[in-house]
C-alpha cells in the first residue's frame, strides 16, 4: 500500500480507538459519524461532511452496527460513483460483524456500481474496546490475497494478530465463530456464577481458582471481573451477539452443520432481549439468567 490516506466511518465506541490507532501511526484519517460529538476527543483526525465526501480516498473502513446501516449510509458514495468512478483498487472495508453471505452480495454491488475499480474486503475484530484502545485488535480478513497483502499495513495499525481466513465472506464466518466462543464461554461463566452464589460461594473466589486451570481463558480474564461484580456499563452491547448468532446459524444451515451449542445460545440472548437487557454489557447474561431463576429452598424456608 503506497497511500497512507483512509476514510473512516463509524467512531463508536469500537471505531473512534480504532481511528485514532491509525492516525497515531502516522495515517492520514478522515472521518464521518452521524453525531459531531465523536470528533471531540479524537486528535489528528479530519471530518467529513458525508459519505460520498470521502469518494476520492483509496481505502474506506465501514464500522456501523450491521450491513443495513452501512448500506444506507454508502447510498450516496455509491450514487457519486456510478456516475464518476473511482480509481482502480480502491478498497472498501467492513470491519463490522456482518452476514457472510449479505457481505458478499454488498461486494457485488460495489463493484457494479464502480465498473470494477473497487473491491469490498471484510475484516470483522475481537478483542472489545480493550483491544481497540491499544491496538490489540484480532482482525479476521477475507479478500483476495493480493488486497489483503495490500492492506496489511493498515489493519496492522489496529491489530496485533491479523490473518486472511479466505476469500470475501470468509472473515465475517470466522467472526460468528468466535461469537459462537465468546457468547456461550459468557453464558456459561455466567451460569456458574449465579449457582456458586446462591450456594454461598464466593464468585471472585471461583473464579479466580477456575483461570488456574482447563476452564481458563482470554473471556474469564476480560468478561469475568464484569460478570462478578455485576458491573453491566456497556462496552459492547449485548443485544450484538444475538445479532451474531443469528449469522452463525445461517451459515450453519447453508453447511448442512449442526449447531446445538450456538442454537441454545441465540435463544438464551433472545430472552435477554426480551428482558429489555440488550443496550447493556455483555456480562448482562448473568442478569437474564437470574431473572430466569427462582428463589433457593433456603430462601423460600426463611419467608
Known sequence: MTSK??????LGLMGGPMAANIAAAGWDVTAWNRSSAAFEDL???ARAESVADLRGQPTLIF???DLPFIEAAASGLLDSWRAEPPKPGTAVVVMSSVSPTEVQRFGETVEAATGGNA??????VSGGTVGAL???????VGASEADFQRLQPLFATMGTTVRRMGPLGSGSLAKACNQLIVGSTTAALAEAAELAERSGMDVAALYDVLSGGLAGSRVLEVVGPRLAAKNYTPTGPAKFMHKDLGFLLDSAKAAGSA??????????YAELKRQGLGDQDLAVVRQAIANLGVASPASQASN
Open 5 to 10: 490516506s483512509v476514510g473512516f466511518v463509524g
Open 43 to 45: 486528535d489528528g483526525i
Open 63 to 65: 464500522m456501523l452496527p
Open 119 to 124: 473491491v469490498v474486503v471484510d475484516a470483522p
Open 134 to 140: 491499544k491496538g490489540t485488535l484480532a482482525i479476521m
Open 259 to 268: 449447531v446445538p451449542m450456538a442454537t441454545a445460545a441465540i435463544e438464551l
